[in-house]
């Protein structure tokens, strides 16, 4: 997806351990998010971020946290992954209230 | 009740059909809505966005918002197998936080040749 890039694209990660995921962007834009996307619940916000330093919790963020040191990368860090934690991971950003473009995704397995 | 309603489907229909996809909600403040496709294991992407009611058109794709109902639907005209896709109603209300956008589950949609 052009101007939006996440890594890992797949991971599989041990219970308990802890695990980051990387949203870099290219756009400038002030607001990035971290969403999780799950069969029968769609997609859920974890964190978002409305500038440098500047994050709020979502509908799920229990159990994982971000940061955001530059405007281009946003983290989102699982502290101590657990297998409900099993998920795909998508990044989005936006500027205006126009809508969001989102990455490609991020698949993790937690065993 | 959930903020956001979507029928998860799927729905199956052949090629050239034109395509009604729904979602209802309980929020009478939302006034920005938007629809977004989204192929297997891709993220979504932006399909069509309106501001409050009415219609809007592109290509053969149409956007409608009926405030009153609290009902907005996307049609889709001369169905494609290329159209195949999750597609999934997201909204927000004016003045709204950012973090606000509320999605919908999502409607899974497959176009038979």
């Known amino acids: 997806d052009a101007g939006i890039t996440q890594s890992p694209r797949h991971k599989v990660t041990e219970t308990g351990t802890p695990v980051t995921l990387r949203c870099h962007q290219t756009?400038?834009?002030?607001?990035m998010y971290w969403y999780r996307q799950d069969p029968g619940h769609g997609l859920r916000l974890i964190h978002y971020s409305y500038g440098v330093k500047d994050t709020d919790k979502g509908e799920v963020s229990d159990g994982y946290s971000v940061s955001r040191s530059k405007t281009e990368d946003f983290l989102l860090t699982l502290e101590s992954a657990t297998s409900s934690q099993t998920s795909v991971y998508f990044c989005?950003?936006?500027?205006?209230?126009?809508?969001?473009?989102f990455g490609s995704g991020t698949r993790l397995t937690v065993v | 009740q959930k903020e956001v309603e979507q029928d998860p489907g799927p729905l199956s229909v052949p090629e050239g059909a034109i395509v009604s996809l729904n979602c209802t909600y309980s929020?009478?403040?939302?006034?920005?809505f938007m629809w977004y496709r989204q192929y297997s294991r891709k993220g979504p992407e932006l399909l069509m966005y309106t501001y409050s009611s009415g219609n809007k058109e592109d290509g053969r794709f149409t956007a409608q918002v009926d405030k009153s109902s609290k009902y907005i639907s996307l049609f889709i005209r001369d169905s494609q197998p290329s159209d195949s896709a999750t597609y999934l109603c997201?909204?927000?209300?004016?003045?709204?936080?950012?973090?606000?956008?509320?999605f919908g589950k999502g409607t899974k949609l497959s176009v038979k040749p």
């Open positions: 929020n009478s403040a939302f006034q920005y």
């Open positions: 997201a909204m927000n209300r004016a003045g709204g936080s950012q973090g606000n956008l509320i």
């Open positions: 989005a950003i936006s500027d205006l209230l126009e809508g969001y473009t």
């Open positions: 756009e400038n834009h002030r607001y």
